[in-house]
């Protein structure tokens, strides 16, 4: 739908109490001094210390690994220890997101061109992000007390506060709009965003996915949106809901052991019988769950957003990279291993670090052996600056600089892998010929063993790198990769302030075939960790790779990437309060056995495979439950339900919601049943319909339209669907339940009362230069009838913000003066859903206190 998430076709959805956090202001600011009782006692005298913006192991450790060029060195510590500019981008694409582009740029950027004088100083001009496509993103630094001081920043902030909250623009860190940029994404695509969570990277491949949509049509693809983290993952779910998508499940899994869902047995064999043995492993390649794009925006040491978390200074030492690089190989070649042939995959990280970056891009390629190639994607992005991949670096541990893996310990090879050496080479390869001959293999094993070594063992790097004070030599000597790691992009802060990134993208040229010792290997761990599960007997705890992980993924995220994607997705409109709400629902949906059993609510990491706790994604296919809602809201034949709508319950009676799922999304389902149902979705399609409890209305039909649904299904309903005057609406929007008799316009009145009791749908509709009605740009909220009322489905704060969207504000009639009755009977308020009777409360509080 063209205006899906970008405030184009407005409804009444969440949006408004999602993105009720302060464009700029909502997000806990570690820069920002906490609120002084008078403002000018001295910084010291309040308490407030400056954050330490130093740190001896980070500048030697990456003065030393030649990140970046000596005479830049300067600049780039200064850069670091500067607050980030605020970013965002116009989502979407096309008409409407040239419209606002143009706005913007007409009423204020215009002005600013040449910068602005702020008591005598002139601050920097706003500026468009040169290499983001069509000129929709910008970044701006004005501090807040700047913006108290010039009008024309005070009017850009609310414009863009304003904008974020309806879903128009996205704030977003500059470079963390890149992966989805270099992935290419087409709306036919299958997408794979395997760390996914909080989701900002997720919300640019649904806008992608969408961008070509016509009113009640969906594109071919899919988004596969997946993480580790269940409460992420809860996050996720509530970020993405914006885009009102058909196409996506959110899935909660190790990325590195994703669902392949190949199918098993009898039907397996047959079909490849069917196929050319020769060509078995294309074969078994194209079965089963495969992608057009995946993203690997892995768990990371997060030193390249030091900016936005200057705590990360004080945490840092070099054995958060050491420590992460397993899982960030092991997530990768998964990734690999579920792209299809031809398709792209971007490997990412938020680190400077070449043992995350560079090593693991190395590994990759080696890993893969030559079904993928590291592609050269600088002229993709014209007006990005970057530095090319290192061909060179140095692993440090226990205060020693390493250059190959042969200078490793033996105590500490389960720690220090060959695979974060330039060349990749164990240091016990094996003679030529022999089992274990291939590198990769060797590498590999390592990379296993490391696993299973102890957190502890892994985890001292913070204390060596204190303790050092002594200047040791650097080898002189060191190793070179053969591999093509010039075309990974390193993005350095002082190139265009930004934060720092890493990116490589790579193509899958042929088949990948995992090495038949590597398969073994993963068998025996697998074994391993069965049986350790089987013999402590305790159903409830985790199985040890999940164990592992969870200590990999806390090592990787704490104080740093985690916590700050957590900030930002409560920036952008996750507050706690959203977060629990929507922990609810996820929770209702995949947590009930769970629940019922007894287990902890805020657990965080669940079982993989046949994972328990999670109820089923299950199609609906209750013929009276569908009939009842084709007849009722009149659907089109266009907008099929059967094999579309899914829920979480067995039980009809007791369903309370139902979700809409892209033909896409429905094929995955489908095969997830076929292969056993190893897939654990958190969350499928969009809520489309909700259980209505209003007795009168539940023999016509026992659901109404949620609101994230209403956009999808309004093209193709016929019926329970009226066209309001602005002023009526108007009225709908200040006052409580308003009867029939107080409409000005008796023709609505009259169609209100045509209308079958209980959910309907309001449109204020814009028309086009044809005069025909423009779904794309109208209003549309659910309403509910009663018997002499009628009230809108939609929050005091939703209706609000529509009143300003709408620019109807000005005009408010004394709503006291006109009389608007309450509901005459109990029954008609017991009529109205719960969801509402909140709602209709405060817009009551609204209307009497109007002048
Ligand atoms: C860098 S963040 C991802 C940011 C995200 N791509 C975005 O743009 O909003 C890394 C994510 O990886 C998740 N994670 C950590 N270990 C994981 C694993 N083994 N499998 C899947 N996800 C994992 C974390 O929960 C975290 O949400």
Redesign the pocket.
Known sequence: MGGRGRGGYRHGNKRGRTQRRDFRDGRPDVWKKPRAEGEGVADAERGWQPFVTESQAYEKYYKKQGVVPEEEWDLFIETLKKPLPTCFRINGSGQFAQDIRDQMQHDFFDYLKEGIEVDGQMLEPIKQLEWYPGQLAWTLNFSRMELRKEPILERIHEFLKQENEIGSITRQEAV?MLPPLFLKVEPHHRVL??????????FQFLEMIHKDDKPGCFPDGLVIA????VQ?CHLLIHQTKRMCSPNILVTN????HFPGLKKKGREYAAELKSADRETGDAVEEEMGLLFDRV?C????SGDGTIRKAPDIWKKWHCGLGNGIHP?QVQ?AMRGVALLKVGGRLVYST?SLNPVEDEAVVGEILRQAGGSLELLDVSSEMPGLKYRPGLKSWLVRDKRKWLTSASEVNRHRAGAIVPSMFPSGKAWDQPEAGSADSDPEVGSRRVAEEADTEDGKEKDNGKEEDEAEEVEEEVPLEREVSSLPLERCMRILPHDQNSGGFFIAVFQKVAPFKVHPKVKEQKNEKRQRNQFKEESAGTKDEPADSVKE?FV??KY??SGT??DI?MEDQKEAGGTDEVMEAATEEVEELNGRSEKASGESRERRFQQQGKWKGVDPVLFLEDEHVIQSLITYYGIKDSFPLRGHLVTRSEDVTRLKRIYYVSTSASEVIKLNFRAGQHLKMSSAGLKIFERQTAKETIEHCAFRIASEGLPVLLPHMTKQIVHITKADFKLMLTANAVPFHAFSEADFAKSLRSLLLGCFVVVLPERNAKGEIDLTRSTAVGAWRGRHNVSLLITKAESAQMLQRLSLADEEPKTEEKEVAEPSTKSEQEGTPEVDANATAEREVIAKSKP
């Open positions: 963390s965003d395997m760390c996914a969570a909080p989701g900002s990277k997720t997946n993480d580790l983290d992420r899994h190790e990325a590195q993203l925006d892995v768990p990371c899982l997530i938020c992980v990999n993924s990787a995220a990437v985690k994607e």
